[in-house]
């Protein structure tokens, strides 16, 4: 069964002390992983897509980079304004549906 | 300025009505969907349309219908609200130029009493 594990489910950062999100994923075929961050009653904003294993992408503090079983999302040197809920999303191969994980919630305190 | 859009974007309304959340979009995207998504919870795909008057049911059974009928308009339909059906729904789009990456409207909160 095509399944997404995110952790951990919250996450507590004092500004500037750098962490990980974990995304796990198990699918019969990747068609690629995506990355969204989401503030309260808004919608995902979309991040990174990353295709095979070894890439990597980075956009201000974050960077996001994939192993065949695994993505990380790195954060380096946090500020409160990166505060919101992380999303791991997997896209099956010859589909466009994405299965969702149940996303990392981040509070980065001043 | 190319974006998607939701309306409304907070619904309250009593048990039975009959309710249509809007979804438009200008990205020129040919692909949509319909998200449902609880607090705390993953989004699970409820609808989706690969172009006009193509619709299908996603991986979530939901009771609500939608339809395609221009290109950068996909609106979901509720028959009869019931309480049940609480839960924040969010559009989607994607296609040329997008690659394989899904855009997000700000989404729906609807509340059924």
Redesign the interface.
């Known amino acids: 069964e095509d399944q997404?594990t995110q952790s951990p489910e919250a996450l507590r950062l004092q500004e500037g002390e750098s962490s990980s999100l974990n995304c796990s994923y198990t699918v019969s075929g990747l068609?690629?992983l995506?990355w969204?961050r989401q503030d309260p009653?808004?919608?995902?904003?979309?991040l990174f897509?990353l295709y095979s294993a070894g890439e990597e992408k980075e956009k201000e503090r974050l960077k996001a980079t994939l192993t065949k079983k695994e993505s990380f999302l790195h954060i380096t040197a946090p500020k409160p304004e990166d505060s919101a809920t992380y999303?791991c999303?997997v896209?099956i191969y010859n589909t466009?549906?994405?299965i969702?994980?149940?996303?990392t919630r981040l509070q980065v305190f001043p | 300025e190319a974006d998607i859009y939701q309306t409304p974007r907070y619904l309250v309304i009593g048990t039975g009505k009959k309710i249509t959340l809007e979804c438009s979009q200008t990205m020129g995207h040919d692909k949509m969907y319909w998200y449902q998504q609880d607090p705390g919870m993953e989004l699970h795909l409820i609808h989706y349309s690969y172009g006009v008057n193509s619709t299908e049911k996603g991986d979530l059974s939901s009771e609500s219908t939608v339809s395609r009928i221009r290109t950068e308009h996909f609106p979901l339909t509720l028959e009869s609200a019931r309480p049940s059906h609480t839960s924040q729904y969010l559009c989607a789009s994607s296609g040329l130029g997008s690659g394989n990456t899904q855009y997000f409207g700000p989404g729906t909160r609807l509340t059924v009493l």
Request: aromatic content about 18%.
């Open positions: 997404v068609r690629g995506f969204y009653g808004k919608g995902p904003e979309f897509t999303l999303a896209q466009d549906k994405l969702f994980g149940t996303g």
